[in-house]
């Protein structure tokens, strides 16, 4: 189980209201996918998932102050989530190697 922390915000900020909730409880996020977005009197920003898996739980709601350290939500890692997606796109490497097309696209 991963503690996802706000670990940075723009500007030297120390802290941020959260002001939209992206995922739920229970759903999968994947690495670089926006988890939620905060604001501070500067900027509104988005926050990334720094891990593949399932969020067991949001630790913050809509209008909440967090400071950087703060746990953000509990994110149950998937390793297998990660290979699965690195080797469909071996598996697409393949195809171009061979001068064809990916699966789904069309030849012109």
Excluded: Y
């Amino acid at each position: 189980m991963i503690n996802f922390k706000l670990t940075e915000l723009e500007n030297n900020a120390e802290e941020a209201k959260v002001t939209v909730i992206m995922k739920e409880e229970g759903e999968r996020i994947k690495k670089e996918e926006v988890l939620l977005e905060v604001e501070t009197d500067k900027s509104t920003m988005e926050i990334k998932a720094n891990v593949t898996g399932i969020i067991e739980s949001i630790e913050v709601e809509v209008s909440d102050e967090v400071k950087i350290g703060d746990i953000l939500a509990k994110i149950k890692e998937d390793e297998a989530a990660d290979e699965s997606t690195e080797k469909t796109e071996d598996e697409f490497d393949m195809f171009a190697a061979r001068g064809k097309n990916k699966p789904g696209e069309i030849e012109s």
